[in-house]
């Protein structure tokens, strides 16, 4: 599936390289929640996020024809995505008052502050595993999936994730969540 998927990119990139509107579109279609998901990672606000997802659409229609290695376009428009969330980053004080968690199902927030302590959690991972945090939990892309968005491996994206688990329920001891209380 992922040759398949990765031929229909470069079939999609060199139409809309060659002015078709309709394959740019569903490129869109498809990228769209990795890339709010990726620039979410960044920005820790969905609204942020979603607009700094267009406006990586927006710089990649733009950018496209540059294109250098069209079967790579996934992994291409992830970094046009992390600059433009970065731009809006440093245009906005709303980046650095902390994550949105509005993306976590309900029945994981609760009052007893879970929500606040995952939040610390997400900001103590580092950029890169915060990312497929985001692209695999709150996006839920399969890893085949995240590897045609990042252009690492599936053994990478495992290995990222069990580290930033592991990391995570570190943080989370820190804070009383997992400890028997009496």
């Not at 999609?12 to 929640?33: H, K, M």
């Not at 606000?45 to 659409?57: G, I």
């Not at 969330?85 to 879970?114: C, F, H, Y």
């Amino acid at each position: 599936m992922k040759a398949v998927q990765q031929e229909s990119d470069l079939v999609l990139v060199e139409a809309a390289i060659d002015g078709n509107a309709e394959s740019f579109t569903e490129l869109c279609r498809r990228y769209y929640p990795a890339m709010v998901a990726i620039a979410h990672s960044v920005l820790g606000d969905r609204h942020l996020s979603e607009d700094a997802a267009q406006q990586a659409f927006a710089k990649a229609a733009v950018k496209l024809p540059e294109l250098k290695n069209k079967s790579r376009f996934g992994v291409w428009l992830a970094t046009v995505c992390r600059n433009a969330a970065r731009d809006v980053a440093r245009t906005t004080e709303r980046a650095s008052m902390g994550l949105d968690l509005s993306a976590i199902p309900a029945a994981a927030k609760q009052d007893n502050g879970a929500s606040e302590a995952v939040e610390e959690a997400l900001r103590e991972l580092a950029a890169p595993a915060r990312e497929v945090v985001f692209l695999r939990f709150y996006d839920g892309l399969s890893y085949e999936q995240i590897s045609a968005v990042l252009g690492i491996s599936e053994q990478a994206i495992n290995g990222r994730l069990r580290r930033a688990k592991r990391k995570m329920a570190g943080c989370l001891r820190r804070q009383g969540f997992g400890r028997v209380r009496s």
